[in-house]
Every structure is written in C-alpha cells, then in structure tokens.
C-alpha cells in the first residue's frame, strides 16, 4: 500500500485549501477512505472519511461540516477541500486506509 499526499504549504486565512492522496497497491475503488491530522503537540485527529459503495451512496462525513472529502476512482487519487480555512487547521495532513497512512503534507495557516 502506498499513499502519498499533496497539496499542502502556506496558506492564508480565508482562501482555500485542497490536498490530494495519490494511491497504489491496492484497490482503491474497495475501500473507505479517511483523512486525518496532527497539529503541533497534538495527537491525530480524524477529520473526514468517504466510504467505496458503488451501490449505495457513497458517504462523506465531514468533521461539523468544514470539510469536503471526495475520491477519483479512475484516478485512485483522495481528496480533501477546505474553504476558508483557520490557524486552527494548521496541522499535518495524512491520508488513511485501514491501518496505513502516507507521510503526510504540512498546512500552515497564516491570518
């Protein structure tokens, strides 16, 4: 299983934020997906999942509603949106599929 985010970097307070997954070792289309964070000195965080039915809805539960999670099953590629973002979504960024996740990306929010 390989995950590798992307997207991350210095964004200011209020514009918008996108962050991708590229995914590969598996079967994308089979499985839910999350997002999580850490920001400093803090543990991780879940901040959205997705889930992989082709027969149902697919699910798209956001952490109050701030962020917007989809997914590109010909591309095998996660994604993360958050518009307007805050100082308080300063973190690192992972990608996670059951007990795997990537490296991670850096947010830095700055006001």
């Known amino acids: 299983v390989q995950l590798v985010e992307s997207g991350g970097g210095l964004v200011q307070s209020g514009g918008s934020l996108r962050l991708s997954c590229a995914t590969s070792?598996?079967?994308?289309?089979?499985?839910?997906m999350s997002w999580v964070r850490q920001a400093p000195g803090k543990g991780l965080e879940w901040v959205s999942s997705i889930g992989d039915s082709d027969v149902f809805p697919p699910y798209a539960d956001s952490e109050k509603g701030r962020f917007t999670i989809s997914r590109d099953k010909h591309k095998k590629t996660l994604y993360l949106q958050r518009n307007s973002p805050k100082s308080g979504d300063t973190a690192v960024y992972y990608c996670r599929e059951g007990g795997d996740r990537g490296k991670g990306t850096q947010v830095t929010v700055s006001s």
């Open positions: 070792g598996f079967t994308f289309s089979n499985y839910a």
